[in-house]
């Protein structure tokens, strides 16, 4: 499974240019195909979703042409800047298959559109798409006279499209006004969207919402487009739409707005951790609804402010945020980054009114609630709620799943503020916003760590924990927990080359480190850890890649503020490899025989120094040789030889390198 581990973030800053509003990006693009002329889109999102709208664009015929400029810096988001040659109200092609992905702003719209052109069309997705509802809007468009079968489910798509039935034929019957057609509008605002889009390229009609009309802030998108495009839809009462007989103009040119939702997370960011985060390309005027998540996190105390085109939000001047109770119909994809936020407020958060989570990329209601218990938060999860408690012990380190929906992998990523996070499948942010980790990463600045290697009783373990001690940080005795395996794999019974076995006990290892205590299944085995044996087979545990990958996060799970000072074999190569410091500790081999003994002499454990010499070459051997994170000194690491020197040397000597290189450090007395 692939990951991304992000570190504990101890504040967040600075400013990031946002990608376009798919949103806006998808509506913007079929509009341009449909129009009279050419139309260039400046700012276009570049992302899985809009892939999949160009792509069947293409195949529809549409000559869609890259233009030069918009390529991404530092600060801003790559960006598309495509010129479209529209097609005047029909597609050439008349028969295709169409892939949408799981697009919902390209499948909905399209199923609209050829369904009422007419031609022969089958449209498919990814399985969770096939699991989206989408039998409103066939009803709706039946009405229409749209011929549309269900390929598999009743009521989901793939979806087979034939030719509109249409009284007596020929051209101008396909051009008649559809009359009154009726939709719902609780499951997804985007089927409106679709059949308001649509409309105009027959002859126009009246779109009569029947029940409650749900995020309606992506309706007021679509309209805005469809002026922009020379057509006006006029409203009748609160919940029925005209649309004017005729089709889009080209406008020229049409800048594509920064999107609102992507900027709720820097947003979020700079309210948790400090900030100020500003976000560039929406602002006051924006035509989005999901800038109103500013509101949200005003009442939660955070310092906004929002100009033309940008919007800035700082943590409260309290460092607090505060528990919210919020309708959140007006802003469904912006909500959700409310859910993680609600973990860091003082008392009980409700979100309410989000039922239609559940039938977005994945059901995000339930799965935003398990994935907040993994941070240690108590979730009630009702139908179209969920009241979010803090957890009272601080925010937990968590692997936390994505479902395949790249909200679910951007608002975790907040979780990380709190404690060290993992983020599976975190490639699933392409769907919206490809460099999302990038941005996250430039803006935070994460705990800092002194990563000390070296071979066997070379006195890293002593260095390591008195710099921590000094330095008041945390301390990681990494060979700890493969001593702890290989203990805990012998009483079970397994073998240490065990492969699969040896890797489900890392896994599961229930351990508690306290000051100079180590607990195991609520047993205390700091001495038992100790035995040589169990160094030697520890060494043996530690050549398995599936044991070394079951303990990779919960290593950096010791990545706590103010900071980490960790000691092993891979620190600096694997584990912690942005570092802020790399020492490579070392001493002759006799040295450390001798050390050893002594050090098993005055815990009166008996040994004899020859044989632990040799048992100590062999452990270095296995550890220097092994395929998967060998011992070995990191190209960015100091070399610190002890063979001589004390160790209230060597530990100054350390603390003398950290003060150079961590900021925070630097001017304090160690
Ligand atoms: N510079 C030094 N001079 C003398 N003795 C030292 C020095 N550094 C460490 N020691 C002693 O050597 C022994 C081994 O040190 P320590 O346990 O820190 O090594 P280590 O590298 O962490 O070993 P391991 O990897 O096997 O856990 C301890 O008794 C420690 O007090
Ligand atoms: N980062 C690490 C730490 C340890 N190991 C293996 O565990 C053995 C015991 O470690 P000690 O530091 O407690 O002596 C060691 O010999 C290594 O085989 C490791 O692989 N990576």
Known sequence: ????????????????????????????????????????????????????????????GVNIQPLPGAAGTDEACTALNVRVGGVGGAFAVREADLFLGNAGTAFRPLTAVLALMGGCYRLTGTPRMHERPIGDLVDALRQAGADIRYLATEGYPPLAIGPRAVSGGGESARKESAGRIRVRGDVSSQFLSALLMALPLIGGGTVEVVGELISRPYINITLATMARFGVDVRAEGVSAFIVPAGGYRSPGVVHVEGDASAASYFLALGALAGGPVRVEGVGRQSVQGDVRFVE?????????????????????????????????????????????????????????????????????????AVELAKLGACVEEGADFLRITPPTDGVRPAMIDTYDDHRMAMC???????????INDPGCVAKTFPEYFQHFARLTRVVPVIAIDGPSASGKGTVAARV????????????????????AAQRAGVAWDDEPAVAAIAAGLDVVFAEGS?????????????QEEISSGASQVAVLPSVRAALLFRQRAFCRAPGLVADGRDMASVVFTDAALKVFLTASV?????????????????????PLLLEMQQRDDRDRGRSVAPLQQDANASLLDTTDIPIDVAVARVLDWARAVVPDIAGAAV
């Open 296 to 368: 949200a996190l005003t009442a939660m105390g955070a310092r906004v402010s929002l100009g033309e085109n940008w919007i800035e939000a700082a943590a409260p001047v309290s460092g607090r945020l505060a528990a919210i109770d919020l309708d959140c119909n007006a802003i469904p994809d912006a909500a959700m980054t409310l859910a993680p936020l609600a973990v860091f407020a003082d008392g009980v958060s409700t979100l309410r009114n989000i039922g239609s989570w559940r039938v977005k990329e994945t059901d995000r209601l339930a799965a935003m």
């Open 468 to 487: 921590a001690a000094t330095l008041g940080w945390n301390y990681l005795d990494s060979g700890a927990l493969y001593r702890l395996t290989a203990l």
């Open 590 to 610: 006799e040295a450390r025989a001798e050390r050893r003994y002594k050090q098993l002499m005055a815990k009166g454990i008996a040994a004899r120094l020859q």
């Open 412 to 422: 975790f990523s907040l979780a990380s503020v709190g404690a060290p996070v993992r």
């Open 518 to 530: 180590i607990r195991l299944a609520g047993e205390e085995v700091e001495d038992a850890i100790r």
């Open 1 to 60: 499974m692939d990951f991304i581990d992000l570190p504990q973030c101890l504040g967040a800053g600075g400013v990031v240019r946002l990608p376009g509003s798919k949103s806006i990006s998808n509506r913007v693009l079929l509009l341009a195909a449909l129009a009279e002329d050419e139309t260039e889109i400046r700012d276009l999102l570049v992302s899985d979703d809009t892939e999949r709208m160009l792509d069947a664009l293409r195949t529809l």
